[in-house]
């Protein structure tokens, strides 16, 4: 018997605890009912009755010691935590910064307006909540032109005079109304359509319009500084074609493609193996228009051209979805923030 007391003497001096469970682990072992303590307190009826008193005084100075060990780790455990709460450990590799980034949109258009007040333009800017007279009339649409109509225009149900604007071409007419020439001015912004959303199309989207009204203003100048756009918002082997189209603010007008920027040229399924992709409209602006706001077409001319500031980004970046833009998605976003 005396035997175990001594090992178990050695077994408590000889502990060490370093957790919680581990000083549970022990209370267990030395301090419970159940302990191996507690048992030799259980075997005190079979020790021979002259060997008892002593045996009992052993017994209880081991449960002494043990009850004093588990203190002590007690102890031990609480100075522990506070020191590290204290101390923090320096070696430890640090938290890593959660910077936002800049959204591809964002960049794209800072990018373009950039290149743009390099060569004189400034930026304007006007409601995304229009009337009739800049969104359409101003700019030369006919009265029964089928833009106007409810499938494409978010108009206001009380007031169809009030619309969604359904590009920033409206913001032209604000700036020509309000300014005289030489105008030189780039309008960023959203719009908004009535359209299903795909990887192609959404309700809400953003344009760039450029307007650029002086004397003697030829469409040489409009195909030059977006020869020089693309070039610049690309590589300079970025090719750039008009294809001849109607608007009714301009005549005559345009689509500008670009060759392709993911395949160059070579055929894939973003230029539909053309190589080449639309990245938006320009032309000469419409005398009518210029009267509209007080400009006299006689003395004055000019060009604008209008683009989707996604289509831009996509190619820019080789984005195949148009929906990435407004989920949120941390993986996308984070992509790009070198820009
Ligand atoms: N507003 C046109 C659209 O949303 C784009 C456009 C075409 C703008 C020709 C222009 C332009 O300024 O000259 O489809």
């Not at 009850?67 to 522990?80: A, P, V």
């Not at 990018?111 to 400034?122: T, V, Y």
């Not at 399924?269 to 000469?284: D, T």
Request: glycine share 6%; charged share 25%; proline share 5%.
């Amino acid at each position: 018997m005396s035997n175990s007391i001594e090992e178990i003497k050695k077994e408590v001096e000889a502990s060490v605890v370093s957790s919680d469970v581990e000083l549970e682990a022990f209370r267990m072992r030395f301090i419970s009912r159940k302990s191996v303590i507690g048992e030799l307190f259980g075997n005190m009826k079979t020790v021979p009755a002259e060997e008892r008193k002593a045996y009992g005084q052993d017994v209880n100075a081991l449960k002494n010691l043990a009850e004093n060990r588990f203190q002590f780790h007690i102890d031990n455990l609480k100075s522990g935590a506070k020191k590290s709460e204290d101390h923090p450990d320096l070696t430890l590799p640090p938290i890593e910064s959660q910077f936002g980034t800049i959204h591809p949109l964002t960049a794209t258009r800072q990018r373009f307006i950039e290149i743009f007040e390099r060569i004189g333009f400034n930026v304007s800017s006007g409601p995304e909540i229009e009337d009739d007279w800049h969104n359409f009339t101003a700019l030369n649409f006919p009265e029964n032109h089928p833009a106007r109509e409810m499938q494409d225009t978010f108009f206001l149900e009380k007031n169809p005079d009030i619309a969604l604007r359904t590009h920033t071409s409206s913001v032209q007419i604000r700036v020509m109304e309000n300014e005289k020439p030489p105008i030189r001015t780039l309008s960023p912004g959203r719009v908004f359509r009535n359209e299903a959303i795909s990887a192609r199309a959404h309700c809400v989207f953003h344009q760039m319009e450029g307007l650029y009204i002086d004397k003697g203003v030829s469409f040489a100048d409009l195909k030059q500084t977006l020869y020089h756009f693309a070039k610049e918002m690309y590589t300079k082997e970025t090719q750039v074609r008009f294809r001849p189209s109607y608007f009714p603010f301009t005549e005559p007008s345009a689509e500008i493609d670009i060759s392709c920027q993911i395949c160059h040229g070579e055929g894939c399924n973003i230029c539909k193996y053309s190589g080449w992709v639309e990245i938006g409209g320009a032309g000469m602006v419409d005398p009518n228009v210029l009267e509209s706001c007080g400009i006299d077409p006689s003395v004055y001319s000019g060009f604008a051209f209008g683009m989707g500031i996604e289509r831009i980004t996509m190619l820019r970046y080789g984005i195949k979805d148009l929906r990435l833009f407004t989920e949120n998605d941390i993986r996308f976003l984070k992509q790009f923030n070198s820009l």
